[in-house]
Nanobody
Framework: QVQLVESGGGLVQAGGSLRLSCAAS????????MGWYRQAPGKPRELVAI???????NYADAVKGRFTISRDNAENTVHLQMNSLKPEDTAVYYCGALMGNWRWGQGTQVTVSS
């Protein structure tokens, strides 16, 4: 099993920045990739960004050029730097670890006010 603990969410004005962090513990050697997903009220969970164990990244079109995913292998932590935030970025953000299937953290709320 792997445990994921997110931090860094909050309330920010449009145009502002937030940095989310996700600390992984447990069977981290089984993790193939880590990513951030988000879910807004009434909408399905959607991919935000993903980073593989070899460092390859992929982003949703809606966040390209504004968000950056990175990982600190020494600290078993993944970060999501979010700049130029928009109200439509408001959602619960979940850290995920791909280990055959996705395992999720508890989520952290990000609210962007206009």
């Amino acid at each position: 099993q792997v445990q994921l603990v997110e931090s860094g969410g909050g309330l920010v004005q449009a145009g502002g920045s937030l940095r989310l962090s996700c600390a992984a513990s447990g069977m981290i050697f089984s993790i193939n990739a880590m990513g951030w997903y988000r879910q807004a009220p009434g909408k399905p969970r959607e991919l935000v960004a993903i980073i593989t164990s070899s460092g390859i990244t992929n982003y949703a079109d809606a966040v390209k050029g504004r968000f950056t995913i990175s990982r600190d292998n020494a600290e078993n932590t993944v970060h999501l730097q979010m700049n130029s935030l928009k109200p439509e970025d408001t959602a619960v953000y979940y850290c995920g670890a791909l280990m055959g299937n996705w395992r999720w953290g508890q989520g952290t709320q990000v609210t962007v006010s206009s």
